[in-house]
């Protein structure tokens, strides 16, 4: 017997980080009734580099949210890439597609603002709300609702527990996702998947021009000598005095879950210069950690009432772990199937036009995220990245046309030669 719901919706979003938000913020705009829960209350923190590229910052211009730099937004002109002994400063292409600056807010901030943005527009925001189970139809087995239990302002439960029923659930709930593998959804184990740590630091370093990538991280051991640890690291400049410091390692790599990832970045932030000033004095906080999915690895994207956006559908860019960008457009591309379905006069037909979304996600990021896995899988080899840090980094050309790639910024409206050939080879390799 299911339990009568304490409300109801057209859709429930289950996570009101960049992927949920964005997409209720579209579904409300098309007129549907939204209801956004997040498990925690805002603002609250989340581990992320805080770095937009100018992918990233176009999602925030389609959705109309304002990012001026008065209101504390850091623009940024491009990547700085440290490795080989070498300093090499790139600016973001400018292409049609994308606009030529990223941009750099941190996750307590930047979910907020999306959360309130998707408010403004008339989505219905239920904070403290935990999703701890799936509403399943009797009959099919489909996922008609959610049952939360509520949490304090300390984040502590109440001892209350809701319902929310909707014909169509959409799973934001991010890496874990336990909404998605209480419907039978596991993670994909041929795909790559990453760990992130990070902290801030107080620092003059913190209104960089530039977002910094360290392709190579290099430390002392006890008898003095240079090594080479795993993994590779950037510098976000936050703005507010702050820098955000952080490290990634792939699981192509041998060195994976076989590695204290916070005593990495303590070894490697001892080496960096004293005027940055990057120590156990200036650390605003703790390290902390968390994973990054990539490459499609929970599918599939859509079945039985539940659909996934963002990390919970592993949308995450293999080439470089950016989430934040696709997270957003997958939720606007979800949305517009989604505005699409509602508007068909029957279930059947609603249902029909759900099931596209798998395709359509496919279609925009499919080939791409397979062409990321294989790169992914390259690199993992020390000796390969250490080859192409010696003989790539020197050639100015060469890493600007990396750049575009890794940052999946190449001019989708035809543009230079190598515009046409990543959108060529994004369509041709097959995506899985």
């Known amino acids: 017997m299911t339990p009568a719901p304490d409300e109801s919706a057209d859709v429930i979003v289950v996570g009101a980080g960049p992927g949920g938000s964005a997409t209720a913020a579209y579904l409300a705009m098309s007129g549907l009734d939204v209801l956004l829960l997040e498990k925690t209350h805002f603002p609250r923190e989340k581990v992320c580099g805080d770095g937009l590229t ?108 809701l319902t929310f029923r909707a014909p169509l659930v959409i799973a934001a709930d991010g890496n874990s996702s336990r909404l998605s593998l209480s419907m039978g959804r596991d993670k994909r184990d041929d795909r790559p998947m990453g760990v992130a740590v990070r902290a801030y630091y107080t620092s003059p370093r913190h209104d960089d021009d530039y977002l910094e990538s360290w392709l190579e991280l290099w430390s002392t051991d006890k008898n003095g000598k240079r090594v080479l640890l795993p993994g590779y690291g950037w510098i976000f400049g936050v703005g507010d005095g702050t820098s955000n410091v952080g490290l990634g390692i792939l699981n192509t790599s041998s060195a994976f879950g076989k590695t204290d990832y916070k005593d990495v970045m303590r070894r490697w932030v001892a080496t960096m210069p004293e005027e940055w000033t990057y120590n156990e004095e200036t650390i605003t906080g703790p390290i902390r950690g968390a994973a990054l999915p990539m490459g499609f690895n929970r599918q599939p994207h859509y079945a039985d009432g539940l659909l996934l956006v963002g990390d919970a559908g592993g949308m995450v860019n293999p080439f470089n772990g950016e989430g934040i960008a696709y997270a957003m457009e997958s939720g606007r591309l979800a949305a517009e199937v989604i505005a699409q379905a509602f508007g068909r006069a029957d279930d059947a037909g609603r249902e029909r036009v759900l099931q596209s979304y798998p395709q359509v996600m496919k279609d925009a990021l499919g080939g791409y995220f397979t062409i990321g896995r294989y790169f992914a899988q390259l690199i993992g080899h020390p000796e390969i990245m250490r080859f192409a840090v010696r003989y790539g980094l020197p050639r100015k050309t060469m890493m600007q046309l990396l750049l575009k790639i890794m940052a999946n910024l190449g001019d989708e409206h035809g543009g230079k030669l190598d515009d046409r050939v990543m959108s060529m080879l994004s369509r041709v390799v097959p995506a899985a």
Do not use: C
């Open 54 to 161: 100018p992918r990233a910052v176009r999602e925030l211009i389609t959705l109309g949210v304002p990012t001026p730099e008065a209101d504390g937004w850091i623009k940024n002109k491009g990547l700085r890439i440290i490795g080989g002994g070498m300093r090499l400063q790139l600016d973001w292409p400018d292409v049609a597609s994308f606009p030529p600056y990223g941009l750099v807010r941190t996750r307590q901030d930047f979910d907020d603002i999306l959360a309130k943005h998707a408010v403004k527009h008339g989505a219905r925001l239920r904070e403290g709300m935990n999703v701890s189970a799936p509403v399943k139809d009797d009959a099919t087995g489909a996922i008609v609702g959610v049952e939360a239990k509520e949490m304090g302002a300390d984040n502590r439960p109440t001892g209350k527990v």
